[in-house]
């Protein structure tokens, strides 16, 4: 992975609230996006949806804030 990518994405390993599961959250930064949401996070999220593996985490949800919520959590 090179630097750019590395910078616009970070996992974090986390516990489910409700099922006390191991899970993966997945932050894309878009500061720097023009264009609206990243072409390769598309694909990634796609990729996750029809894989199913036991090496693989499942996707649960995907979900976003807003500019300014982001903006004030930072």
Known sequence: MNQRSSRMREVFKAKHRQTGKKVAL?????????????????????????????????????CRTKDDERDENS
Do not use: Y
């Open 26 to 62: 997945k932050k894309v930064l878009m500061e720097n996006e023009k264009e609206g949401f990243p072409i390769t996070a598309l694909r990634e999220i796609k990729i996750l949806q029809l894989l199913k593996h036991e090496n693989v985490v499942n996707l649960i949800e995907i």
